[in-house]
């Protein structure tokens, strides 16, 4: 059984550019959500979708969006880039709604801002 | 605010000693309680989950849980050198949806 895979793996954009990364879930996960990862603020978390809703979304600047396909597939997007968004994005799916079961998390992009 | 804290360590412990992680949370209508494990630049995968207080054992590995206390601990029996990770609380506030909250991890150390 395939795990979850984001794409791509590392990314380096300039400030002021904007970036879409990629998730797919383990099939058959309908709810996908989305963690920043740094040295400092430890794992943030984003947003949760679940049959292409958001259900809840956490402190983060409009800049930061995302989606979810029918086919369960999340997309996020940054917007205008500030060196304060490099980090490590990781995706995570889980079987059910409410999470009774836990995350399978991707192996992340990391995400460099020059 | 709903806040994950865990002792900020890091913590080291000799092969086969008892490796004790703690945690605490705020949110008392939290339902679901996790343990991860992230090598270095890795991502982090589950260890254990807990939903009711008491011990839950899985080999080496026991969680407890103490919801008047908002307390979550996960202890490692006979430590080997590959439990050497970070290990990260999670909480799951949320009821029909996911609020998943993750603490700023330990660093475990365990020395041959």
């Known amino acids: 059984k395939a795990g979850v895979t984001q794409t791509p793996r590392y990314l380096i954009k300039t400030r002021g550019q904007q970036v879409t990364l990629s998730c797919s879930p383990i099939?058959?996960?309908?709810?996908v959500s989305w963690y920043q990862q740094t040295p400092g603020q430890g794992l943030q978390f984003l947003f949760e979708?679940?049959?292409?809703?958001?259900?809840n979304k956490g402190n983060f600047p409009g800049r930061f969006s995302g989606r979810q396909f029918s086919n369960s597939r999340s997309e996020m997007n940054v917007s205008t880039l500030e060196l304060g968004d490099s980090a490590l994005y990781l995706c995570?799916?889980?079987?059910?709604?409410?999470?009774?079961?836990?995350?399978?998390f991707g192996s992340g992009t990391r995400l460099t801002v020059v | 605010q709903k806040e994950v804290e865990q002792n900020s360590g890091p913590l080291s412990v000799p092969e086969g000693a008892i490796a004790s992680l703690n945690c605490t949370y705020s949110?008392?209508?939290?339902?679901?309680f996790f343990w991860y494990r992230q090598y270095s630049g890795k991502s982090p995968e589950l260890i254990m989950f807990?939903?009711?207080?008491g011990d839950k054992e899985d080999g080496r590995f026991t969680a407890q849980l103490n919801k008047a206390s908002q307390y979550v601990s996960l202890l490692i029996r006979d430590s080997q050198p590959s439990d050497s990770a970070t290990y990260l609380c999670?909480?799951?506030?949320?009821?029909?949806?996911?609020?998943?909250?993750f603490g700023a991890g330990t660093r475990l150390t365990v020395k041959p």
């Open positions: 995570a799916s889980s079987a059910d709604g409410q999470l009774a079961y836990g995350y399978t």
């Open positions: 099939s058959g996960h309908r709810s």
């Open positions: 979708y679940f049959s292409e809703t958001q259900r």
């Open positions: 949110d008392r209508g939290s339902q679901s």
């Open positions: 807990i939903y009711s207080n």
């Open positions: 999670a909480v799951n506030s949320g009821y029909n949806n996911n609020d998943m909250r």
